[in-house]
Structures are given as C-alpha cells and as structure tokens.
C-alpha cells in the first residue's frame, strides 16, 4: 500500500486573493501552508531553510519573478517542485510547471498537482496519513 505524504507547501504571490485561495485549495487537499507572502526572497529562504516540500509561486512576484524561483527550487541540492501561477501562456516555459489561476478548473489541476506530489514523496513526507 501506497503512503501518501503531508506536504508542506510554500504559496508566493503579490496577490493576496489568490494566497487565499492556493491556500485554500492546499489546506483542503489536507496539506501544511508553511510560508504565504509576496516576496520571492522570503519564499526561497522558507525554501532553503527545509521549510517546504512543494512551492507555488507567482509569475507576478516582485524582483524575481516565479519561473526564477522555480528555476533556483530545482536546481537546489535536494530540489523543491514548483508550480509557476501565470495568467495567459508563459514563454519559454518547457521545463516548468504552470497554472493559469483564471481558467476555469484551476482549482481541479492544482489539487491534482498536490496529490501527485503527495504521492511522490511517499514516505518521504514530513508526516504520512
């Protein structure tokens, strides 16, 4: 039988409707928000402290936009999956994974994105149920 993990889950984003809403979608997939801000350094520091096993992240962030943060989490010893939130299609964008929060069904896809992940990490979650 498989376990599925609890993650912990980093949300960045200038928008503080959307915060709650990813948060919302988080807590009810029964995951941990560990960080809601809208700084990119403040979210990539919860990152590097081993506060998160999972980021989303604004394209709109200030200073460094959520594909570079994303960018970093991945190339980090122990990488942090990201999911980028980009209104529209994002450019150059092959390697990242990226939600519009406008289209409908948003809700459905990143609550897949949670499980998935979820279950990736098995055991290797924080706390399993």
Do not use: W
């Not at 498989?2 to 990813?22: K, N, Q, S």
């Not at 990119?40 to 989303?56: N, P, W, Y």
């Not at 939600?99 to 409908?104: G, S």
Request: proline fraction near 6%; aromatic fraction near 4%; hydrophobic fraction near 45%.
């Amino acid at each position: 039988m498989a376990t599925v993990a609890t993650l912990r889950v980093a949300v960045g984003t200038p928008d503080p409707e959307l915060a709650a809403r990813v948060s919302g979608i988080v807590a009810g997939a029964g995951h941990e928000v560990v960080f809601e801000g809208h700084s990119s350094f403040d979210l990539l520091e919860a990152c590097f402290a081993g506060e998160a096993d999972l980021a989303v992240v604004d394209q709109s962030l200030p200073r460094v936009p959520g594909a570079e943060v994303a960018a970093v989490l991945g190339g980090l010893s122990r990488p942090i999956p990201a999911v980028v939130l980009h209104r529209g299609e994002l450019g150059a964008a092959d390697d990242l994974l990226v939600l519009d929060p406008t289209r409908p069904g948003f809700e459905t896809a990143l609550a897949n994105v949670l499980a998935n992940a979820a279950h990736s990490r098995g055991s290797g979650g924080r706390r399993t149920g």
